[in-house]
């Protein structure tokens, strides 16, 4: 039970972080788009950008606490969360320009750059995601994090690991919170805690 609450607190503090540096994108009703569009699954590409940004962060935590190596945890959220910014359903035949795994990493950057403008890491965040599909190496530590956490979190949506279910609430949460909606029931919550 105390692991379980451990986790508990763990995805709090994690959500929080990811709301905190994110969430201009997060409430922009231009990332709000990317919930009408399907990933992997069931899972919406809002949905996706949302869990690839949580294992990017928890990736940095660790990187930070045991290799005492320093990440730039604000463009990595934001990189994360518009990796897959690319406004269209790619599984209708002809909506992509060309491959869609090979051209999305540069469609989505453009369309984020001119959408909420991008520093040079976020750019390459989104346009090295999908390396090595995609032949041009990350230059920064920030774009392999991003880049392992989207495979991952690929994997799990594909053969359906709830990984980001949780996440999804707390940061609902945090945006019913922005938004002055505080009639949110969560005894849920502190009874299995
Ligand atoms: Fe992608
Ligand atoms: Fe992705």
Redesign the pocket.
Known sequence: MALHFAKRITEYRLAKDLFTRGKDIILSPEAQVMKEFT?HGETTVFE??IA?AKFSLLIAYFLERTLKIEVNKDSLVRGALL??YFLYDWHVKGSAQGLHGFTHPRVAKENADRDFGLNDIERDIIAK?MFPLTPFLPMYRESVIVSLA?KW??LAETFKIDVSSYIIYRVNFRIALANGDYSIDYGETLAEA
């Open positions: 990933q996706h950008c690839v990796h897959d995601h989207d979190c690929a």
